[in-house]
């Protein structure tokens, strides 16, 4: 199933957008930003929060976190992520031309705890470019952000995992990159583009998903075709496959030099950007004529129309050319509400791992023999539920029940202890026993360690990370799977514990071929 993070949308003056229905619903919300801003929903698909990247929002729009150091003028000044170690929580980090980026975890579960992120660097000169693409490993998140080192951009790289934030590199990208505009990744992850305002064109990279960095040998250059009269000024940019579109601003005002357009470029070919669309200034005093792209979760891709009470929709974003069904003024929003040059900042390529068949099933099966490997190598094996594992594979229906099998693997010698203050790395795998019977979909959910203590910060004493859902896919007949997890223990009470969680199976499926005969038996008579 895909992610539902990206349901729920918020943005402009107190409006919204509900993608849970065929049409999107258009919502109320508290919001009034220009130009940033940033939402997520849970697995559910429910809203959870959203920011302008100076407060924060719950879904009853009340103000959960403020003194965030964004700005509702910043193109991309927040961007929102989970949690990988506790999806219950989040990240918020907030990019401003004035301030370098920062950030947030914040606990909704826990009112709404927030806890400043510290020692990011402050080196070069920030930009209002921020956006987040999902790992391979389809766990953590890579964040990205440029600054300039005087008007040569710097791509900044950090990576978000079930330890924290890490900063992992800056790149010298050579080439001049300035504001305002947005730097986007495509739908797979493997590209990003940055729109790159008053030089009048986009940049295009390839971007490595496990590694976090970019090719810049393959660097492909769009530049915007001449407008005359016109500022020509690169903003919003949105993926679909091979073709990229852009948004181009005049000046802010009615007549020619105020009219938006989009174009389209094909990067499988080499050019030129075709024009789809034009869209002349709504006459909103103090407002461009157009904004932000941004793909939404039923595949169109949305136009911020600024300054008024509507968006453009490209309806079928892979035609070429006005095959792409460009429409303006396509989806009204609520009333007494605005869209203004911003759209929600969202994560382009999240991902459910392992559940479904998906863009990360190769990675997945690659980093099990790894996991498997790995659990092999510790000392200590506890089963679960008192059972153990069989020295043969047995058929399934010799026995009526059909449960797999949970082992937990820790220790790096016979000597080995949990101590009160201990990082242990442990492995819990699924075992399936029957060499005719295949496990689809295999969750495990809840992981708890009980008793347990409370910590002066609000965190417990004993922690798995991750602690929520874990899918382990699809374990085949005779085989077992296995995932892995940091072992945090702080201040623990001396004493016995449990480990324990709940488990679903999607899906338990009889593999196997037989063959038989089969005969009728059939009377002539006589004519």
């Keep these: 199933m895909p992610s539902l993070i990206n349901q729920n949308w918020v943005f402009g003056r107190r409006a919204g957008l509900d993608f849970s229905t065929p049409v999107p619903t258009p919502l109320v919300t508290a919001i009034s930003t220009l130009e940033g801003c940033a939402s997520i929903s849970d697995a559910n698909g429910d809203l959870v929060l959203y920011t302008d990247g100076q407060e924060v929002w719950d879904d009853t729009n009340t103000v959960r976190a403020t003194g965030l150091l964004g700005h509702p003028s910043s193109t991309q000044s927040a961007i929102v992520v989970p949690d990988p170690g506790n999806p219950a929580r989040y990240y918020v980090f907030t990019a401003e031309a004035n301030h370098p980026v920062e950030g947030i975890r914040i606990d909704p579960s826990q009112a709404w705890a927030v806890t400043q992120l510290s020692s990011l660097p402050t080196s070069g000169s920030p930009t209002e470019k921020l956006t987040a693409i999902q790992h391979a490993n389809c766990r953590d998140f890579w964040v990205l952000t440029i600054v300039q080192d005087a008007t040569i951009g710097i791509l900044r790289v950090f990576r978000v995992g079930p330890a924290g934030v890490q900063h992992v590199g800056d790149t010298p990208m050579g080439v001049t990159v300035n504001d305002p505009g947005y730097l986007k990744g495509s739908g797979d992850g493997k590209r990003i583009a940055i729109a790159n305002w008053m030089n009048h064109d986009v940049l295009v990279y390839p ?63 080499s050019g030129p950007s075709v024009q ?188 798995l990370i991750p602690a929520e859902i874990v899918c382990f896919d699809e374990v085949e007949p005779c085989s077992h799977v296995s995932r892995d997890f940091a072992f945090l223990i702080q201040n623990a009470v001396v004493q016995g514990y449990q480990i324990t969680f709940d488990y679903c199976i999607e899906e338990t499926a009889i593999v196997g071929s037989h063959d038989g005969r089969a005969a009728f038996d059939i009377d002539v008579v006589a004519s």
């Design 207 to 269: 971007f490595d998903t496990a590694t976090g960095t970019i090719d810049l040998s393959q660097l492909v250059t769009i530049v915007t075709p001449p407008i005359p009269n016109h500022a020509r000024g690169v903003y919003g940019v949105e993926f679909c496959g091979d073709l990229l579109y852009y948004s181009v601003l005049g000046s802010i005002g009615t007549g020619a030099a105020g009219q938006g357009f989009v174009f389209q470029y094909d990067l499988a070919g």
């Design 276 to 463: 789809v669309g034009m869209h002349p200034n709504a006459g909103t005093p103090g407002r461009y004529s157009l904004g932000a792209l941004q793909m939404g979760m039923d595949g169109r891709i949305y136009i911020a129309q600024d300054g008024e009470n509507s968006l453009g929709v490209i309806a079928t974003p892979s035609g070429i050319g006005a095959a792409c069904g460009l429409a303006f003024g396509a989806v009204t929003l609520a009333p007494n509400t605005l869209c203004l040059m911003g759209l929600p900042n969202l994560v382009p390529n999240a991902c459910e791992c392992g559940c479904d068949e998906g863009p990360c099933d190769e990675a997945v099966d690659e980093a099990n023999t790894i996991l498997d490997a790995c659990a092999d190598e510790k000392y200590f094996t506890i089963i679960a539920n008192g059972q153990s594992v069989p020295a043969g594979c047995g058929l399934a229906f010799e026995q009526a029940d059909f449960a797999p099998l949970f082992s937990l693997h820790w220790g790096d010698g016979p000597n080995d202890r949990l101590e009160s203050h201990d990082t242990e790395f442990v492995y819990i795998q699924v075992h399936n026993p029957y060499r005719n019977l295949l496990y689809r979909g295999v969750k495990i959910f809840n992981i708890r360690v009980t008793p347990n203590q409370l910590l002066p910060s609000g965190e417990n004493a004993l922690q």
